[in-house]
């Protein structure tokens, strides 16, 4: 009980500090403070560091977090859940993926930000810029993978899965900010808004076991 009560806090205080920073970044951008100034700067130097083979893999990269691929990676999972009977891990998997949606998505409209002008190629993208949907998702989708699995697989598989659960996000935000398509703040933004959103559903999960 005092085990599952310190999991519980430790989840929605991480949750909470998580909010926290997504709430600080989004108001400096509404504001255009510091952080704004110094999105003008990593957006003129990411400019800088293209070479034509390095184009492809972040292209490559960041189509891994496109809509149809996260839909095709969440079938799977949704898929192998109502295999397995694991309602309780269908519901959070369903949950966090629509709910992290739907905050980046009305997020978008109410902050209203231009993406950047400056983007490479043809690799045009449309609607606004902040939060980033990319970040967010990949990030909500990695740590809901972590939850759901990361207690079923062998233990010599856990590093492995730890170190996807890491990369993933981090290799999809890096590809928004090469590609110019986002800034460094819509990135930081769209990780602290879905790392908010999970813990806090995985709060709620654990808070609702007998």
Not at 74 to 102: D, H, N, P, V
Not at 151 to 169: A, D, G, N, Q, W
Request: aromatic content about 18%; glycine content about 8%.
């Amino acid at each position: 009980m005092i085990k599952d009560l310190t999991v519980k806090q430790k989840l929605f205080g991480v949750s909470s500090i998580a909010l926290l920073f997504f709430v600080l970044i989004a108001l400096d951008v509404i504001f255009d403070g510091a952080l704004v100034k110094f999105d003008q700067v990593v957006h003129s130097w990411s400019l800088g560091w293209h070479t034509p083979l390095l184009d492809k893999i972040v292209f490559g990269i960041t189509h891994l977090g496109n809509l149809s691929t996260m839909l095709f990676y969440s079938m799977i999972i949704i898929f192998f859940l109502f295999w397995k009977k694991e309602w309780k891990s269908l519901r959070f998997y369903l949950f966090g993926m629509l709910g992290s949606t739907a905050l980046f998505s009305g997020i978008k409209e109410l902050v209203d930000r231009s993406r950047p002008s400056s983007y490479i190629g043809d690799f045009h993208q449309h609607g606004y810029s902040f939060p980033s949907g990319h970040s967010t998702m990949s990030m909500t989708f990695a740590l809901l993978i972590f939850f759901l699995f990361y207690s079923k697989v062998s233990k010599e598989y856990r590093t492995t899965l730890t170190i996807f659960c890491i990369l993933f996000p981090f290799l999809i935000g890096f590809s928004r900010i090469y590609l110019g398509v986002h800034y460094f703040s819509d990135v930081m933004g769209g990780f602290t808004l879905g790392i908010f959103w999970v813990m806090l559903m995985a709060g709620v999960r654990t808070a609702a076991k007998p």
